[in-house]
């Protein structure tokens, strides 16, 4: 019997000592299992109480209660200690200075060729226009056949493209989708198409491979150059300011007769001559013409009855003109310190 007393005792003593150290609640954890679980040494200690006599088990049994008694109040006020200075040192780690100065935001902006593409059919939609989008990848047929450019023509050599198969090619213009319209819809057809059109060209400062067009198309009874020229120069004015004049230069294209090269007066100058329209006092924007009767009977409308005009605007052309960009390749190369200037 004073074996186990003195066990029991000598035990409450290693605990007391071992809990002192006690830092953590997972020591706390591995200290109540290393006394109290299954295999602790109280457990062990209780074992051997079978070999007393009965006489001696009521007090030791006592004792060996008392003692686990102690133990558990002691584990448990520990806890509470210990739980508490866990929190206060949780909260403290977690403190949010909320006066230190946020992370940088990187806010995107729309490219610049986005931009004047949006502004350009912005204008039209106001005037009334529908947009229509097509194929960039597009039959030899809509992209020239259709559009008076047969096989051999010398218009093919300017619009040279790459070709899928030899009926089959990336689109040169963004007219294929006019036709695509008017094989569809019958007048009245207002649209304008914004797209991709690629050219076998080599890069360099003034011409890309990869281009962007805006075209316009309207197609309804008695439509005459005098609608064309009264629109462009409304357009003209939207987009670069109300005092902007157009001029009409004669030119040629297949599918539009009679056709024109519209200039706009000089959005720096207005007309006198400086470095950006390089001393002329108008810069070229875009060409135009009364679309060619064939090309509306290709599509299936009456050309007795129907008459159009078309317009074509290059959106890289009039993107430089508008930033003051020098090089086209600018727009392709993704670096963010030019394209960032267009937040
Ligand atoms: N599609 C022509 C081009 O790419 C531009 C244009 C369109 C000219 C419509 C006249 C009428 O050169």
């Not at 030899?140 to 089959?168: C, K, M, V, W």
């Not at 020229?229 to 157009?246: C, M």
């Amino acid at each position: 019997m004073s074996q186990l007393k003195e066990q029991l005792l000598q035990l409450r003593e290693q605990f007391n000592t071992d809990l002192q150290v006690a830092a953590s609640s997972q020591d706390l954890e591995a200290l109540r299992v290393r006394f109290m679980g299954k295999k602790g040494h109280l457990t062990a200690i209780l074992r051997g109480m079978g070999a007393l006599s009965p006489a001696e088990r009521p007090a030791a049994g006592q004792l060996a209660n008392e003692i686990r008694q102690s133990l558990e109040t002691a584990l448990e006020e520990a806890s509470v200690v210990i739980a508490d200075r866990e929190q206060v040192a949780r909260l403290e780690a977690e403190t949010v200075d909320v006066t230190r100065p946020g992370l940088p935001l990187c806010v995107g902006g729309r490219h610049p060729l986005t931009r004047v593409i949006d502004e350009i059919c912005a204008v039209f939609s106001g005037l009334g226009y529908a947009i229509a989008e097509g194929p960039e990848v597009e039959y030899d047929r809509n992209n020239f056949e259709l559009l008076r450019i047969p096989e051999g023509h010398p218009a093919r050599d300017t619009q040279d493209t790459f070709y899928i198969t030899p009926s089959i090619l990336l689109r040169t213009q963004t007219s294929p989708v006019q036709i695509r319209v008017m094989q569809q819809q019958q007048p009245p057809i207002k649209i304008v198409c914004p797209g991709k059109v690629y050219r076998s060209d080599a890069l360099d400062a003034t011409h890309s491979p990869v281009f962007h067009q805006v075209e316009g198309l309207v197609v309804d009874e008695n439509v005459t150059m005098g609608d064309l020229v009264g629109s462009l120069q409304l357009f003209a004015k939207k987009l670069f300011g109300e005092q902007t004049r157009i001029r009409l230069r004669p030119h040629h294209f297949p599918f539009t007769e009679p056709s024109c090269e519209v200039d706009i007066s000089c959005w720096t100058c207005g007309g006198e001559g400086c470095r950006t329209c390089k001393g002329e006092g108008w810069i070229e924007v875009l060409g135009a013409g009364m679309v060619h009767p064939d090309v509306l009977e290709n599509c299936g409308i009456d050309a007795r009855r129907y008459s159009g005009f078309a317009f074509g605007i290059g959106v890289e052309r009039t993107a430089m003109g508008r930033y003051g960009i020098d090089d086209i390749r600018s727009f392709f190369e993704n670096d963010i310190r030019f394209l960032s200037q267009f937040r």
